[in-house]
């Protein structure tokens, strides 16, 4: 299992939407179209557990306008939910950190909520309100907690590797709710997709296993399942409906030379992604085959990217 020790966060940006009209991005925030898109947020995760707060639009001249110390556990994949609230997994800590948004460098967790295992890597919402949270605890696990969450909230469920079988949830980086509610993983050998309902027994209605190495996950209004592969090649690997045990990348995009981590869509449907080299990449919409990706933020010490309040 990878870890990235990375360097401080740059200065150095680009310019971003300063208000979110309409929910052309994904599902990855349900009723995305009700949040008001004011910051940038990415987590380092060198071991100082700090997450960097930008304001929206960014320019060359940027600089964080907060550092929120977020513990010293490593603050992995970011994610805000449907009430603009900020979920911070802390790897080694069976703690994923909720904020009331926006962050202030004095912002402490409005509360904690406990995973079933010592790993917490990315958190996922449904169209309910249930949150997932993905945990690369060897074997793998993902905690459902029943919505709307708050301090007190326990996993109702949890879907383990014993579930799936040997070759699922090994290591589980990325996970997304699509907008049709199918949930899919992403792990060191798999892509897995499951369909509702979710439960312990549940086991993949689809495992795709393009190559190793999968992290940051996301899934468009299309249901296009995107995913960040952290070899050392940086691509990114698009896959169109349906997913099936025998899919392949509908088509990649070539990003870095350096590992990709995070992923995230603005409120523009562009997609952003964190490399393992701390440079942060835009790739505009309308994604296609042609797309490139364009240098935004370098120096950031990266781990996760999300947009927020």
């Known amino acids: 299992m ?30 995305v179209h009700l949040l008001t898109f004011k910051h940038m947020y990415v987590s380092n995760d060198s071991g100082s557990g700090v997450i960097y707060v ?10 964080p306008v907060a550092t929120v110390s977020a ?10 939910d449907s009430s603009g609230r900020l979920f911070v997994p802390e790897l080694n800590s069976s703690t994923v950190q909720v904020y009331s948004l926006p962050l202030t460098a004095s912002s402490t967790p409005a509360f904690n909520l406990t995973t079933s295992q010592p790993e917490p890597e990315s958190v996922a919402q449904d169209a309910a309100g249930n949150i997932y949270v993905a945990d690369i605890r060897s074997g793998g696990y993902i905690d459902v907690f029943h919505g709307p969450v708050n301090g007190a909230a326990s996993p109702s469920a949890t ?7 040997s070759t699922g949830l090994e290591y589980p980086y990325g996970i997304a709710i699509a907008p049709n509610g199918d949930l899919y993983a992403s792990d060191t050998d798999d892509i897995n997709q499951f369909t509702p309902p979710f439960t312990a027994s549940s ?3 689809a495992s795709v296993a393009p190559n190793d190495d999968n992290y940051g996950l996301r899934v468009d209004s299309n249901n296009r399942v995107f995913v960040a592969n952290a070899s050392a090649t940086g ?13 392949t990348p509908a088509f990649n995009i070539n990003v870095s030379g350096a590992p990709l981590l995070g992923l995230a869509f603005d409120g523009s449907g562009n997609l ?18 042609s797309s490139t ?13 999300v947009f927020g309040p």
């Open 2 to 31: 990878k870890r990235f020790p990375f360097a401080a966060l740059g200065a150095t940006g680009v310019a971003l939407m300063l208000l979110l009209t309409a929910c052309t991005s994904t599902n990855d925030i349900p009723n």
């Open 54 to 63: 930008y304001n929206l639009p960014v320019t060359s001249s940027s600089t």
């Open 71 to 80: 513990g010293s556990d490593d603050p992995r994949e970011l994610f805000v």
């Open 159 to 165: 879907i383990s590797n014993n579930a799936v079988g």
């Open 203 to 205: 086991v993949p209605s």
């Open 235 to 247: 691509v990114l690997n698009v896959y169109t409906q349906p997913v099936t045990n025998s899919s």
């Open 272 to 289: 952003w992604t964190v490399d393992g080299n701390g440079v942060v990449w835009e790739i505009k919409s309308p994604i296609t085959s």
């Open 293 to 305: 990706a364009t240098q935004v933020l370098t120096g950031t010490g990266g781990y996760g990217i």
